[in-house]
């Protein structure tokens, strides 16, 4: 495969290593899987016997189950790479995967790190002067703060002058954390408080800066590829604006208000933001765009992002596999023209959280799955039967995916999935997603970043088998009087059940 | 065999007054608030996982006994049961039981307190912030479900909790 | 949805029955279920907690566990299409897909058959009729008897007159069942016996014929899609030689030998043999093409394709949501020019059978089930854990899809698929396709319907991890020894599998 | 513990010296074939179901226990493996144990028997056809597994028979 240039002949790697866990690490090892490439694979305490150790050629054991003392320790992992002899680590998404002293420090040690060079990081990273540099590119950005915040003073002029709402975010990282959006001034103070010390907890880096707030934003964003040698492709947007805590939960593509013109305009921007900064590899620029299609350069996510497969659906591209041709020196495979839209497809991430109550985090053993599956349906997950979700990382557990000939055929069929979809013993978001996906403005594409809270304010819709329910359980109740058998079975069923509430650590 | 079954805010009697085996499924014949029915039960490959056959109506129905009763899934929704034997209702409201004004407010997962946002003797609101437990790195603030006053607090700042454990208990 | 046209207003159903069971009516339901129709489920006494019969809105009883007293009376069914209302019934695959007796009641009952119309299928179904009648029209064949045997000597004469090898095939049904290949005289007796028996039991008629059976031929099969307004597209080709006693193990689109001037010379005979049948709905005219690129055509198959989601991949377009629409009566929404051929597609035919036994029926509990995940990858099933495997019925148990950018690309996909697949408690046709996925031939394109038994010729690939199996053996025997707790579990263990194994009928 | 593990055509002699269990796995120390290996094993979901480290390499192995043998299954293969005890195996050898010359031919599932091919004093070759069984709608022919006289026919036509039930009984 790939084009052999100058003489030089690019050779793929023979083994990679994958400096994550869970469906990421999945993810990228069976893309190394079907390039024939070995995959390493490193683990904490907590991960001995979790699904990626055990899919991968090798594994290696970094620490106890703290991400602070394993998958967060840069030297441990660049020794598993050196003592495997590994070429190249694929550092997933989350974790190290933007920490530009990583990329740095594998380069230093010379294997290949896939993704952007810590240059570029370095640049994209430090968001408000990423924001700088696109402004004088000619990007257009949102009115706010050109550096950290310094202290609580500065936030209150700033914050008067560019005008209420605002929102208040974490210099050193994405992804929602250390994020807050402040209405008026009475709330500033408690929400820099705790944007600061999430920040902290999360990035190491408790620096924080101010933007305008826009309403009824959408958040779409424009996946890019790009190659050693200066070239660059877009694989179109994608909506990300069904956010909870600035979490996305739903993502999609096609965005159901672009048009033609408005995917061009955003696509040469994103083109000319990964030019600007010297960008290489997969990388994803983040747009805000208001209701009248005006469109704002919020970040670039320097990594694979969580709903890369929603770009794969709809274009046929592998996004992995052109990571890992990208970082072993070859050129683009495809050209901007050869890249297809075609049909719709819808993400939803699956947590373990419980939506009846805040959202908190469910931890337990998984009893039982059964996964969506037919026409459309693909499914990321690193969990299987008996596993038992560990306190210490991420609540994301699984992603489902559906694709469709357009919006509504993906979104019928992304119902049905959840519908099929049935993981026993812990709770999960599946409801809540549900109840997403049935709601007017969401099949009406009628929708902004605040979104789930609408949903959250509206009640839940009527039950409709109350009856039934009603005779189940008198059934089961009369069962478990009259047999001793049932009577056992219940006894195991209400015990395991316990144990998966109230189990705190796996052993 | 009469069983008063509470969904929502429902309360069904449900009286259970004949069943035997056939050789594929299970029928009983019931009544529901009078109403006669016919239901055919078949287990799937788990004791709380049925198939039933009403009318011909096909429900794919799971069933999970918690604590505080059943949980009935199907057709998308999952529905909290209670059951209770008619007869010990009866005896039960014959002794004319109270309920306990004090509440524990519990953890709902294990986790580390970040803050305790409230004292002993401060009256409290429905929905106000108590605790702040940090779990898989996001903050969450445990909230009193109903009004009352702190009649003690159990845990302190930087204590890890499992999750069911006492936080605070309001009266 | 759907065009209307003159005025009249097209009412799509709102309840179908569907008159199978299995990963086909699954398949049905879930379509059923994205366009918002009720389903209604039959079931035998060996079904009552079967997939289909939990998915559906409704379920029927129709009677004992063989087929001939339940799946195949169509007084039955026709009782419950009525009794519950049902405007229109599916047929699936096997059963009464192909019965013009079954179709002619639906049409008479008032009840819409999701298929073509008894008289089509009546010209279709007498296979050698059939062949008279497009030969006539101009379609190529190839040479054989115009009507059903009449006697062993008859036999005898016409094997002489077109010359060994010759074909044997039942006129009353396909998919292998009655069909015998005859290399010399000495073998034809036999062949003829063994034929005759087949046809009666799997079709209820013992008539068969004879044809020339060519040298290295490939299975090709075009999908068509036709309304009831004469209008006909075709989805592109399916190759299909990968079969063992004639039924097909794996498909693929497209078929790797295909040029673009040859489909279009097959897409349009297709076409035409539907047009000259008077064809409506989905149908799949199969031909055989040699190695000169001749293409002859076999026999139409008046259903839908166990193998119809290997088109589906590669098109985007649902069949089954299709044929519904066109048997609701609207129009075609395609025209020949939207169809795409995007990527690459293969489909492995999962089954109950123990390739390391001759491919003997393995009945028992499906302990646990890992379904294939992932990018890429399909899964149709009708299986779950806990489920007992009927005797009663085909083996097919799953089929596993693979779509990739090219078809190098699907076949590691698949490579994966099968290698992440685990069914427990029962012997599967996996390890089969993974000896065909990894062989050179196959790999290479370069194979004809004769490939199967190549592949039991070639001797098994040497195993390579035989010290890792010793150890791992040696700790669990050490295990069982030491550890009353293991040594409980490995009791379950043992006596689950005799269960599965001796267990002869679901209670 | 020494144990004699044959898998195909190959025997090693492993020796289990030590094993003891860490936080996250049990470590085993054995000799295979006088080759020192140190295992970290780890047991995923259920007491077959292992996931084995050796120098950093990744097994995924799934152990089934059968009546003759244990099925190791990893890495897109699975190896039909018998382990004695080399105390045992030692005992068996001095009291020289002969194979009997009776074979049993089974029904290798239920079915029904369509057609009986040979009768008792007959002499068959290997792969000669015994007895042809339906079963989900195919005929499959039953074939002898070694050459032999036939001793007895067990079953006739039209019977129904379980898996593992004995059909003819060759010498």
Not at chain 1, 159 to 175: D, N, R, T
Not at chain 2, 127 to 146: C, F, S, T, Y
Request: hydrophobic share 40%.
């Amino acid at each position: 495969m790939g084009e052999e240039k100058g003489g030089e002949e690019k050779i793929m790697f023979k083994k990679i290593l994958i400096a994550n866990r869970g469906e990421i690490a999945l993810r990228v090892m069976r893309a190394c899987r079907e390039l024939n490439i070995l995959s390493v694979a490193v683990f904490s305490e907590a991960d001995r016997s979790a699904p990626h150790t055990r899919y991968a050629d090798e594994a290696y054991f970094i620490g106890p189950s703290p991400s602070t003392e394993s998958y967060l320790r840069i030297d441990k992992i660049l020794d598993v790479a050196k003592k495997s002899k590994a070429e190249a680590i694929h550092p997933g998404y989350g974790f190290l995967a933007e920490n530009e002293n990583f990329a740095k420090a594998v380069e230093g040690a010379g294997i290949m790190f896939i993704g952007p060079t810590s240059k570029a990081m370095a640049l994209l990273g430090d968001k408000t002067a990423a924001r700088q540099t696109m402004s004088k590119a000619g990007i257009p950005i949102i009115p706010g703060m050109e550096k950290p915040l310094r202290n609580e003073e500065e936030a209150k002029k700033i914050a008067e002058k560019i005008g209420f709402p605002i929102l208040i975010k974490a210099a050193g990282g994405g992804g929602g954390k250390g994020m807050r959006m402040v209405e008026n001034k009475s709330g500033l103070q408690s929400a820099l408080k705790g944007a600061i010390a999430e920040a902290s907890s999360a990035f190491g880096n408790p620096a924080v800066y101010i933007e305008k707030y826009l309403l009824h934003p959408r958040h779409v964003e424009i996946q890019v590829l790009a190659d050693n040698f200066g070239k660059v492709v877009h694989l179109n947007e994608r909506e990300c604006s069904i956010q909870r805590r600035y979490q996305k939960m739903i993502e999609e593509s096609p965005c159901c208000i672009m048009t033609e013109d408005l995917r061009r305009k955003m696509g040469e921007s994103a083109k000319k933001v990964a030019k600007t900064a010297g960008y290489t590899n997969a990388g994803t620029v983040e747009f805000l765009v208001d209701k009248n299609k005006n469109f704002y350069f919020l970040e670039v996510n320097t990594r694979l992002q969580v709903e890369h497969p929603v770009t794969e659906l709809v274009t046929g591209i592998d996004i992995v596999k052109e990571q890992i041709h990208i970082a072993s020196g070859e050129k683009l495979r495809l050209k901007q023209e050869e890249v297809w839209l075609r049909g719709a497809a819808i993400e939803c991430r699956i947590s373990a959280e419980d939506p009846d109550n805040n959202f908190f985090p469910s931890t337990g053993r998984i009893e039982e799955i059964v996964d969506p599956t037919g026409p459309g349906i693909r499914v990321e997950s690193g969990i299987f039967e008996g596993y038992e979700i560990p306190l210490f990382y991420d609540p994301l557990i699984a992603k489902v995916l559906a694709w469709g000939r357009d919006r509504q055929e993906a979104i019928v069929r992304m119902q049905r999935a959840l519908s099929e979809y049935k993981i026993k013993g812990i709770k999960t978001t599946i409801p809540f997603h549900k109840r997403i996906l049935s709601h007017r403005d969401f099949l009406g594409g009628n929708f902004d970043t605040g979104f789930l809270q609408k949903i959250l304010d509206t009640p839940l819709p009527k039950e409709q088998n109350e009856e039934i329910a009603a005779m189940a359980a008198a059934i089961i109740a009369l069962k478990e009087e009259e047999s001793p058998i049932i009577k056992e079975s219940k006894e195991t069923m209400s015990n395991w059940k316990k144990v998966s509430r109230w189990m705190m650590l796996r052993r | 065999m009469a069983y008063l079954v509470s969904v929502q805010n429902k309360t069904y009697r449900i009286e259970i007054e004949n069943h035997y085996s056939e050789s594929r499924e299970d029928i009983y014949s019931l009544l529901i608030d009078g109403q006669p029915k016919e239901v055919g039960v078949s287990v799937v490959n788990k004791p709380g996982h049925l198939s039933l056959l009403l009318a011909n109506e096909s429900y794919d129905i799971e069933v999970d006994k918690e604590e505080d009763g059943y949980y009935v899934s199907m057709r998308d929704e999952t529905y909290h049961v209670r059951v209770e034997d008619e007869r010990v209702k009866k005896v039960e409201r014959e002794m004319g039981r109270h309920k306990s004004g004090v509440l524990a407010v519990k953890a709902p997962m294990p986790g580390l307190v970040v803050a305790v946002e409230v004292k002993a003797g401060d009256t409290v609101e429905k929905g106000k912030g108590v605790v702040i437990l940090e779990a898989m790195k996001m903050q969450n603030e445990i909230r009193a479900p109903k009004e009352g006053v702190v009649k003690e607090i159990i845990v302190h700042q930087g204590a890890k909790v499992n999750g069911g454990d006492v936080l605070v208990v309001l009266e």
